[in-house]
């Protein structure tokens, strides 16, 4: 069986922090936004494949996310 993974999400507490950081790590921009009263969802990509990182921001959340 042969898969790929072409989309991935983190929530993450600072969005323009964290797009500053895969953009300067990893090379990624974005590529497209979706922007709600509560939420905001970026997803960011190399320009050379399918993958993009989804950032999901959401306004009220104000306390770190506990992953494990």
Do not use: C
């Not at 953009?23 to 009263?37: C, D, H, I, P, W």
Request: overall charge neutral; glycine content about 6%; proline content about 1%.
């Amino acid at each position: 069986m042969s898969f790929q993974f072409n989309h991935f999400n983190f929530n993450v507490l600072d969005l323009k922090r964290s797009m500053d950081f895969y953009e300067k790590a990893l090379g990624l921009k974005e590529v497209r936004r979706s922007e709600y009263t509560d939420r905001v969802y970026v997803f960011l990509g190399d320009g050379s494949t399918f993958f993009t990182l989804e950032l999901t921001y959401i306004k009220d959340h104000k306390k770190p996310y506990d992953l494990g």
